[in-house]
């Protein structure tokens, strides 16, 4: 399957809050990456993902989808009608990320991941 979902993120109000509740109800590992503010989200089998403390949104879940070349895939996308939120932005040592809003209003996340050599 081409473009799968990579990996999913919580963005939220409360960060600590988010984390008691999820690892209770889930069997969810949590590691927090603290240089950057970050938890990983390691579930096993399945899409990973992480969370985050932002307190300038309502707390919401984005998906994130994987694309070969970041830039021409964010391209495409507004070409084809989504507003940019957030530009494509370097994740040091990991890739590439930028977050579109498709044209009826749902917000996606690209991610094109560092090759490593």
């Not at 992480?50 to 307190?55: A, E, I």
């Not at 830039?71 to 507003?83: D, R, Y």
């Not at 749902?106 to 050599?117: F, N």
Request: net charge negative; proline share 5%; hydrophobic share 40%.
């Amino acid at each position: 399957m081409s473009n799968p979902f990579i990996h999913v993120e919580l963005q939220t109000q409360d960060l600590a809050k988010a984390k008691l509740f999820y690892q209770k109800l889930f069997d969810w590992k949590l590691e927090d990456i603290p240089d950057m503010g970050y938890t990983m989200i390691h579930v096993g089998e399945g899409t990973g993902g992480g969370m985050w403390k932002n307190p300038d949104n309502p707390s919401q879940w984005l998906a994130y989808v994987l694309v070969n070349d970041i830039n021409a895939s964010t391209k495409k996308a507004e070409k084809l009608g989504a507003k940019v939120c957030k530009e494509v932005t370097e994740v040091p040592d990991m890739g590439w990320l930028s977050i579109i809003m498709d044209p009826t209003g749902a917000a996606i996340g690209l991610w094109q991941t560092k090759v490593r050599m």
